[in-house]
């Protein structure tokens, strides 16, 4: 199993939620702590912690902002990215406009985002997918905005992706 890279939300933390949960079920997580930082500075933690490459990046909400950004600067780092609700209708530098990131070729992403999304409209996922073409799968699900009811989906796709799971 690679590890995991995980990018919290604007009011995430590395102990939240979703870090925890992936941990419970054997997963090897590194979550930056981004509390309090603005998204350039994110990034630069991100960008450091994701050099040895070979990765499976995570990111939630503004975190899935960041990870967006860092998956299409940096593809070969990783062999996967999990976006969870990815706040990708916000702009802040380094990002221009959020609206054109799309995944990379060679990096097999999937999104997962809530159809009862109250913080981030679930059409930017869906615009994000349909930019991308072929290369990301969007998994609508009947959830809000921090995904708790989907929280073994999230784990089941970070162990597929990571190499853990063969089936299916």
Not at 2 to 26: D, R, Y
Not at 101 to 118: M, R, S
């Amino acid at each position: 199993m690679v590890p995991i890279v995980f990018a919290h939300g604007l009011e995430g933390s590395p102990e939240g939620t979703k870090v925890q949960w992936l941990k419970a079920q054997g997963l090897e997580v590194i979550a930056p702590d981004g509390r309090g930082m603005v998204l350039q500075d994110r990034l630069t933690d991100l960008e450091i912690e994701t050099r040895r490459g070979g990765l499976l990046l995570v990111g939630s909400s503004y975190g899935g902002l960041a990870a967006a950004w860092l998956a299409e600067q940096y593809p070969d780092r990783f062999v996967g990215l999990l976006l969870l609700a990815p706040a990708l209708h916000h702009t802040e530098p380094p990002v221009v406009d959020a609206a054109i990131l799309k995944a990379p070729v060679v990096v097999p992403t999937l999104v997962i985002h809530g159809l009862h999304d109250e913080i981030v409209p679930i059409e930017v996922s869906r615009r994000y997918c349909e930019l991308s073409g072929t290369h990301a799968e969007l998994v609508e699900v009947n959830d809000g905005h921090r995904l708790i009811n989907s929280l073994p989906l999230i784990s089941q796709a970070a162990s597929k992706m990571g190499g853990l799971d063969s089936t299916s």
